[in-house]
């Protein structure tokens, strides 16, 4: 097993990043590789779920593997595991807590990231969601980019190099791996090899997970995953009357809301039990009174730092709800159209087919195109609930 196990379907890409690594490792033992095969920006760019995040991980474990054969990468050594795991010591992850990452955030990370790696090989910083920084935190990181320590790599995903997700003037610098959807099989077999996931299941998941790796194994493993799915899907042949547009709102709304309680409740109480232990809980002796009262504002600034992240977390869930709704509507089209082309739900057929009976081609589309200006609508911060209510009085009467 390798670190590129973790990378599903990118057979390109992980060619250019194992050539990357042995570059890497040439210059880290004092040689010099061919000009341009490593360099210390790349970005990381493919649609959700085309696993950017996973990429990076393991280019990071490459990079950090202290294996003494040629290929670094082993995924058995210590830089491997903790690269892959989070807890190198020189490998720093920023995922954004809210719907951003602010400058000051980012100005704390070029700071770290100037220093020497602790390890003597590199220092990777792999920001997540790198369309998500604001203004001045994109210029924080251009001045690193633009100037960057000699051990110092920098990683960043973003669904596309367009200016709207990454600035012109960081991309320049940075060396692009685009990566596409992974195909069902691909999926399907590493479900099975990673995951242990039973082969029917794996081939189920990888067939309605709309080519997102994360999504597949969710599906696989999640029970009320999949219970969420089919409450979204059954949606659509729900609204029979102007009643039902308000149940199935709610039902949409209570999913997203169920989905971020579920995925943070955990680390939520584990940040906070850590919090007060290091504040002095639980503790006795002379100051222990003093530093309890001292921990409100933390525990108030934590507080505030997971509502946020509970909003990003209610947001997405929101969105991959409204995909697969999307992704309903273009299958009935699919069916009304005659057309051959793969359905992105085969397990509803029947349902797509009934749609497809009772719908026009039009009255399909202004459903379709109505569940995509609910995406576009929360993206622009117009409250969850409105943008879905408007939605759904759309899907109702066609």
């Not at 097993?1 to 990378?7: H, L, T």
């Not at 890497?24 to 760019?45: D, K, S």
């Not at 633009?146 to 990683?155: H, I, M, N, S």
Request: a negative charge; glycine letters at 8%.
């Amino acid at each position: 097993m390798s670190v590129w196990d973790e990378v599903v379907g990118q057979p390109d890409a992980v060619a250019t990043l194992s050539a990357a690594a042995e570059a890497a490792a040439m210059i880290v033992a004092g040689g010099t590789p061919a000009p341009g095969v490593m360099t210390h920006a790349w970005l990381f760019t493919g649609p959700p779920g085309s696993g950017r995040s996973s990429t990076a991980r393991a280019f990071a474990g490459a990079l950090e593997c202290v294996a003494t054969d040629d290929r670094p990468g082993c995924g058995e050594c210590s830089g491997c595991r903790t690269s892959l795991h989070g807890t190198h010591a020189d490998v720093r992850v920023v995922a954004p807590e809210g719907l951003s990452i602010s400058v000051a955030e980012m100005r704390s990370l070029v700071q770290i990231s100037a220093r020497r790696p602790t390890s003597g090989r590199w220092q990777v910083v792999i920001i997540e969601d790198a369309d998500r920084l604001t203004e001045g935190a994109a210029n924080a990181l251009l001045k690193a980019v633009e100037e960057p320590p000699a051990r110092t790599v920098f990683l960043l995903c973003a669904p596309s190099d367009h200016p709207d997700d990454v600035s012109v003037t960081i991309r320049s610098r940075c060396r692009l791996v685009s990566l596409g959807s992974p195909r069902p099989a691909a999926i399907a077999s590493a479900l099975e090899a990673v995951d242990g996931v039973a082969p029917e299941v794996a081939q189920w998941a990888a067939s309605v997970c709309g080519g997102h790796v994360g999504r597949a194994r969710r599906l696989a493993v999640d029970e009320q995953a999949r219970a969420r799915r089919e409450a979204v899907l059954r949606i659509p042949l729900a609204l029979r009357k102007p009643a039902d547009v308000f149940t199935c709102a709610d039902e949409l709304i209570k999913a997203a809301e169920d989905d971020a309680s579920t995925a943070n409740e955990a680390r939520n109480e584990a940040e906070r039990e850590a919090l007060e232990t290091a504040m002095g809980a639980g503790g006795t002796g002379k100051g222990t009174a003093a530093a309890t009262r001292g921990a409100k504002g933390a525990l108030k600034d934590l507080e505030k730092r997971q509502k946020s992240r509970a909003t990003r977390t209610q947001r997405d869930s929101l969105d991959m709800a409204l995909v697969d709704l999307a992704g309903f509507y273009r299958d009935a089209l699919v069916v009304k159209s005659g057309s051959e082309a793969a359905l992105m739900h085969p397990d509803r057929d029947g349902d797509s087919r009934t749609a497809a009976a009772q719908w026009s081609e039009e009255s399909i589309l202004r459903r379709l195109e109505a569940v995509l200006a609910c995406r576009e609508a929360i993206e622009v911060n117009v409250k969850p609930r409105i943008a879905v209510e408007a939605m759904v009085t759309t899907l109702h009467r066609g």
